[in-house]
């Protein structure tokens, strides 16, 4: 059970109060860089934690079902943080870049519980790699606006307005990651809906 991906799982999840903790304070550039750099731990750590189990064949019913759980809470924990400080906002249309965040949750919470249905019937659905590009621009989007944060400096003058580098390509991944949440969490919907009365 405590097999060294299990162990890289776990510290994810162990570590998102601390990210947290890190993101609390949108004005405070040190502790932003300090939660990049666990962000970007754990998005490592969520890598080889799979590849060292299914290359060491240590692939364990724990990794299978605590490997979802904790990318899951580290993505809410961040998007809920970012939210709560102000972060999800931009030139022209504000806060409205919450909605972006809102969509990737209610699909997180909407695909877990469907899957937890369709397992019980065992019907398993597949990652399908539309699904892994929605996480991709997901994860950069959240360490981009996390960046940002820490080099408010970044800026790029394009006449009318200032952007932050970072935080404009987070929120521009950010919407990319919704669409294709929307996307996928219709597959996943289609598929559920056949299997049920």
Known sequence: MLTLPNLLTLSRIFAVPLLAFLLWWPRWEAGYGL?????????????????????SGAVSRLGVFL????????????ILVLTAQGVLKG??????????GLIILVREIAVSGLREFLGGIQV????????????TFQLVSLGALILGHAMPWWNLDLGAITVNVPHTVGLTT?????????????DYLRVGLKHMD
């Open 174 to 186: 950010l919407w990319a990651a919704a669409v294709l949440t929307l996307i996928t969490g219709w």
């Open 67 to 78: 490997d979802p759980i904790a990318d899951k809470i580290m993505v809410a924990a961040v």
């Open 91 to 100: 030139p022209y249309v504000g806060d409205a870049h919450v909605i972006a």
């Open 124 to 135: 398993s659905v597949p990652v399908s790699r539309l699904a892994k590009w929605k996480t």
């Open 35 to 55: 939660a990049f750099a666990l962000y970007s731990l754990m998005g490592i750590t969520d890598y080889f934690d799979g590849y060292i189990a299914r290359s």
